[in-house]
């Protein structure tokens, strides 16, 4: 097959091996509608997206969820995607992982373990899962450092944990992480419903400001610290997916293939599965893929402004769920006809502190 123009190959891979999951956090950026067990790919079939990720020149391997350590055949598909010479990524909450289970995980290749963290103690950490989990990643933290694997601990900030964010930066130290990824809540999938209750103050984003800024230098050369910031209250959008169908691909646990993991936001994208479809073929000539490659689909006031090479027009998401039009500018942008929207629900007054936990549906 050749070579769509222009289009180049993707460097990762996000593998969603299932939705299952021991944690119910809610600002669980999954669909609303989880997968099932039973609509779940078989392990040759993973094995097989494995294959055809790497022909199509994937280098890095995410192995995600829900919570990838449910899936008992994660140990082959390690060894996988390893053999083929790719970097493999644990995406894990920690919760099943033993030592028995990472040692064999390590000596199948895996490279990279990233841990999510809820909070900075146990008490706060359990209520925001829904689940006794803390001691656990503790337990898997110190595992990964014993086993001499990099430790990425990923933090999402919200309303309920802004204000633990100086003891979730030691914590992450405590546990040796050579990176924290500090990321405020993105409002997709199971996460809109909660918005309301999750959406940080403006005074909680201004405090974080220069606790974020002193962690950032104290800890040069130690632990890398990377701060997504809460883009509802930003001028300029984030540059998602460093542009659609651009650098990576996601593959969802019944097969679908996603050119960003929220993509099934976008009710109005046909989007299509490897069961049905190679890869290679979905990445350069699906409709979904190319929807929002490029600049081509791109409307005043994107086409015309000399940001859309850095933002790319922001998130085709947001556009979509703000505005009913996923070829809109998102609507985080200043200069969007649209902002209206975003600064209505800054201003609205954060009513109910009361969040959802995540569920099956
Ligand atoms: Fe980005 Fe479009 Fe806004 Fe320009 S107009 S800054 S390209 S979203
Ligand atoms: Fe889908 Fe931004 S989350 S394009």
Known sequence: MGVTEGVQPPLGM????????????????????????????????????LDQARDLGVLQVHLSGGEPLARPDLPELVTRASDLGCYVNLVTSGLGLTEARLADLVDRGLAHVQLSVQGADAERA????????????????????RFELPLSVNVVLHRANHDQLEGMIALAERMGADRLELANTQFYGWALRNRDALLPTREQLAAAE??????????????????????????YPKPCMSGWGAQQLTVAPDGTVLPCPAATTITTLSLENVRERPLAEIWYDSESFNAY???DWMREPCRT????????????????QLTGDAAAADPVC????????????????HGSNEFVMRGMR
Not at 219 to 232: A, I
């Open 14 to 49: 996000l593998a969603e091996l299932t939705h299952r999951c021991p944690l119910h956090c809610p600002y669980c950026s999954n669909p609303v509608e989880l997968v099932t067990r039973e609509r779940e790919l078989g392990t040759d079939e993973w094995c097989s997206v």
């Open 126 to 145: 359990n209520l925001l899962s829904g689940a006794k989990a803390h001691d656990h990643k503790l337990t898997a933290a110190e595992l990964v450092k």
């Open 210 to 235: 220069p606790v974020v800024r002193a962690a950032t230098e104290r800890l040069r050369g130690s632990m890398q610290v990377v701060y997504v910031l809460s883009d509802y209250y930003e001028q």
């Open 293 to 295: 490659r490029g600049e």
């Open 305 to 320: 402004c000399e940001r859309r090479t850095i933002d790319f027009g922001g998130c085709r998401c947001q556009a979509f």
């Open 334 to 349: 200043r200069r969007s006809p649209d902002r209206g929207l975003v600064d209505a629900l800054l201003e609205a007054p």
